[in-house]
Structure formats: structure tokens, C-alpha cells
């Protein structure tokens, strides 16, 4: 394939991604694009920090089931060495690079042999750096592909707006899902500054009782188990200003 139409079809997939309405359906036009390149897997995941699970932070897979199973129950993500590497450098970078760079642990040779088990035998790897301390990753793979300059910086570029775009796609979702009523805000404000229940009923004329249900509502829309929980979630989503 001629640098000019792979530039071309970057071009049109970074038009059709801006348009993209729904998880799925960006999802699916990168699946599409990276197959025009002779690839045929791929993820865009955040990085998991301490206590989250890999599931919740998985923005798009087309990695077989079996093999995504696998990785998760097996904790892979904590001694991938693809992922260790984002430590290591800010620049895309790939798979057979990473080998090259330092002699690999047995525990990190065994997610590279199981992986070519599902013909993912080469791949590239497009970190993502947020000045928050986020950090993120599209990897995209197969077999006997071409990692050509002209390739990767298409990949590059695809990636970043493909991230961007779940990101924002996620961010909608989310924040219909975790929509507080003004009562539950006004209440979760008040046990976010150290108020009892009691008092925080004083201060909005309504009973300590009613107070707990706008609470424990708050808490179920968030799905977390304790008011703190929710008080942190709530001002990780916007709700309340810290």
C-alpha cells in the first residue's frame, strides 16, 4: 500500500470517528480502518490503578473472547511487559522492539506465546499521557503485519483521535447513567462538608430519614457500598466541587 492511501484513509477515518455517536460504532469504523492495514486486532484501555479492575477500564476490544478471559483472570495487565513499557518511554513502540530492548522475565514471555496462540504474533502500541497522571494505551495487532514508518504514523494519529473519541463517548454515557436529583446533590454536599444526617435535615427542613434515602439512592446510582464512595464519585464526575 502507497503512502498516499494510507494517509487517505486515516484522513477519512479520523472524519467518520469525530461523527461517531455510540461506543460501538467507533469501535467498529477502527476495526474497519485497522483491517485496510492488515491488522486485525485491536484495544484501547486505560491503565488500571490500584484497586480497578481491568473490565471497567477497557474502552474497546476486538481481541478474541478467549484471550481477553485469560488475560484478565490471570492478571496479565500487571506484568505485561507492553504495559510495563509505558513507564519507559512516552513514544509509540512496537511489540518486537520491546523484546529487542531488555531480556524478558518468564512471566512476561508467557503473555507473548499465549498471545500468538490467537495469531497476535506483531503489534504497535500508541500510549496515552493526560497531564492528570492518566495514562492509556491502543494496541493493535496480528500476524506478519507491517509496522512500516508511514504505518505506524498512521496508526498513531488513528489511535489518539480513537481514544479521544471513546473517552468523550464514555463521558455522555456516564454521566446519563449518574444523574443525581437536586436533592440528592444538595444532600451528598452537606455529608461532603462532615454534616450527620440529622443536620443536614435541619438545614433542608426534611427529616434525618429522608436525608439516608437521598443517600442511599445516590450510592445505588453510583454502584459503590459506602456514602464516602459516593461523595468521591460524585466529585470524580463532576457533581461536587472539592
Not at 42 to 61: F, M, N, R, Y
Not at 148 to 168: D, F, G, K
Not at 183 to 208: H, N, P, Y
Amino acid at each position: 500500500m502507497f503512502r498516499q492511501e494510507i494517509e487517505q484513509r486515516t484522513l477519512q477515518f479520523v472524519e467518520r470517528i469525530e461523527r461517531a455517536e455510540c461506543l460501538t460504532v467507533a469501535g467498529t469504523l477502527f476495526q474497519s480502518y485497522i483491517e485496510t492495514l492488515g491488522f486485525s486486532r485491536a484495544t484501547c484501555l486505560k491503565v488500571p490503578e490500584a484497586g480497578e479492575e481491568l473490565g471497567g477500564c477497557l474502552l474497546h476490544s476486538s481481541y478474541p473472547d478467549e484471550w481477553v478471559k485469560r488475560y484478565t483472570d490471570s492478571g496479565y495487565v500487571k506484568r505485561d511487559p507492553l504495559v510495563r513499557e509505558l513507564t519507559r518511554t512516552h513514544h509509540p513502540y512496537v511489540w518486537s522492539d520491546v523484546t529487542k530492548r531488555r531480556e524478558m522475565k518468564a512471566d512476561e514471555l508467557i503473555i507473548f506465546n499465549e498471545a500468538s496462540d490467537f495469531e497476535m504474533t506483531e503489534g504497535f502500541v500508541v500510549p496515552i499521557y493526560e497531564a492528570s497522571g492518566y495514562s492509556g494505551l491502543v494496541s493493535i495487532a496480528g500476524k506478519g503485519v507491517d509496522v512500516r514508518e508511514e504505518v505506524r504514523n498512521a496508526l498513531t494519529l488513528s489511535s489518539i483521535y480513537l481514544h479521544n473519541r471513546l473517552c468523550a463517548l464514555r463521558r455522555t454515557a456516564t454521566d446519563a447513567q449518574f444523574q443525581l436529583s437536586d436533592r440528592e446533590l444538595d444532600c451528598l454536599s452537606w455529608a461532603a462538608a462532615g454534616k450527620s444526617d440529622w443536620e443536614i435535615g435541619q438545614i433542608l427542613t426534611i427529616s434525618a430519614k429522608t436525608v439516608n434515602y437521598h443517600i442511599e439512592n445516590a450510592k445505588r446510582k453510583f454502584g459503590v457500598s459506602t456514602r464516602v464512595q459516593a461523595i468521591v464519585a460524585a466529585m470524580r464526575h463532576g457533581r461536587l466541587v472539592h
